[in-house]
């Protein structure tokens, strides 16, 4: 039975040294791809396989954490998360950018060799800003933004009612032109009329001749238990319309949680300074604490450290994605009082001969000072 051929290194396949920088990874990728681009070799199934093999090398090297993984485990480590692409329309789809966008993505556009490509609309983006507890407990919260609706004048026309677009010049109402970079011939999208097909001569007045207007739209969201600063919730097709027929953006809130007053979160966990006095620590005590989900004693140890953390099970934060929760890390300050009394004076004073530690003399009032001055043998009338 033959044996499959052993993929090629990755670096080997790009020509790249291990220590290669993105960028010079990039590079080397984009003259890859332009080397063996179908459109130069039609027909030419081994040009197209040197072409997907580049983009596979490329997928796991431009990705620090696969090409980390296929660093220490080779092919291995990045097994079922490679070679995915069926063919070369998948690559112009998830390297348009890289192969400088309209210059090849429009060619494979939509799957198709040719035609006009159907473009999503814009993402939007929506900032929602939660207290702790609202993000321990999850929350529904009502989002506000703009997004732009069909004009109700131009019907999305773009142009005067009474009048209508006119057929691109340049590109003859096909939205495409054809140009030359050295033996490549490629599609592009007409910079005229932007694959539109058609321009404007005579835009309406309420849209400026852009088809839409914008207007203020309100959505609830879930979100869910557990969320962080920075993370992001998809609310699919709630972004901008397509310009050209296709499906719409989605619309993405990012979350950020104001800072609390007494916790502060480390991922999953909770952690909380928590004062005691020298007494509690000392002799141990039980004191109230306050979690996420209201009070809870906690049992202070006699012997206590200034500095000493307890460990709450499970009255941290929820994982988002598990639901399993922190935990609540309480760490101790032992508070000296700046102020005693004359009873707490002489306890502690007794305390400290005890222990035989020495300590600051007995504070005198000045009044005392003074009457110990002029009693002095000195100061007396002879």
Known sequence: MAQMAAKRDYYE????????SEKEVARAYRQLAIKYHPDSHPGDEAAIGLFKEAAEAYEVLSDPEKRARYDRYGHAGVEGSAGHFADVGDIFEAF????GGGFFGDIFAGGRRHGRRVRQGADLKVEVVLDLEEAARGVTQTVAFERSVVCDTCRGSGSKPGSSPQTCRRCGGHGQVVQSAGILRVQTTCPSCRGAGSVISDPCAKCQGHGYVGRRVELEVSIPKGVDSGMRIRLSGEGEPSPDGGPPGDCYCFIQIRPHPLFKREGSNLFLQFPITYTQAALGAEVQIPTIDGPQQ???????????????PRRG???PRSGSRGDLLV?????VPRKLDARQEQLLRELAELEHVHVTAERKSFLDKLRAYFTAPEHKEG
């Open 96 to 99: 348009g950018d890289i192969l």
């Open 298 to 312: 906690l049992q202070i140890n006699a012997g206590t450290q200034s500095g000493e953390i307890y460990r709450i």
């Open 317 to 319: 934060m929820p994982d």
């Open 331 to 335: 760490q101790t300050h032992v508070e």
């Open 13 to 20: 396949v790009l020509g790249v040294q291990r220590s290669a």
